[in-house]
């Protein structure tokens, strides 16, 4: 039997307890219903090496398609210095520490006056 497809707030929650289960560090949310149609949340993480972010990503892909039947698009996991999984409600960004500080792409996304 093929799992039923998550809702997005569902979604969200099995893709952080996923990264915080394998010891993702600094993982944020960011809640982009409406204010773009890529998504409706952004999960921004970081693994301590090439090696663990590319181990992260490859964990969350393959529990979200064995759980909830989603086939996620992966990208940069050969790299492991930012891997970007889109999930299709939930887009995750994996970074190495360096990397994440460079791009600042959660600052981009976060709603002025919001918790980090």
Do not use: C, N
Request: glycine letters at 8%; charged letters at 30%.
């Amino acid at each position: 039997m093929v799992p039923k497809h998550p809702g997005s707030e569902a979604l969200l929650e099995m893709v952080v307890q996923s990264l915080t289960e394998d010891k993702a560090e600094d993982v944020v949310q960011i809640d982009l219903r409406g204010r773009t149609q890529i998504g409706d949340y952004m999960v921004v993480a970081s693994g301590r090496s090439t090696r663990q972010v590319s181990a992260l990503a490859e964990k969350l892909v393959e529990r979200l398609k064995q759980d909830a039947g989603v086939l996620s698009k992966i990208e940069g996991k050969d790299t492991g210095d930012w891997v970007l999984i889109d999930a299709g409600d939930v887009i995750v960004h994996i970074f190495r520490p360096e990397v994440r500080e460079f791009y600042q792409i959660e600052k981009m996304w976060m709603a002025a006056g919001s918790p980090q």
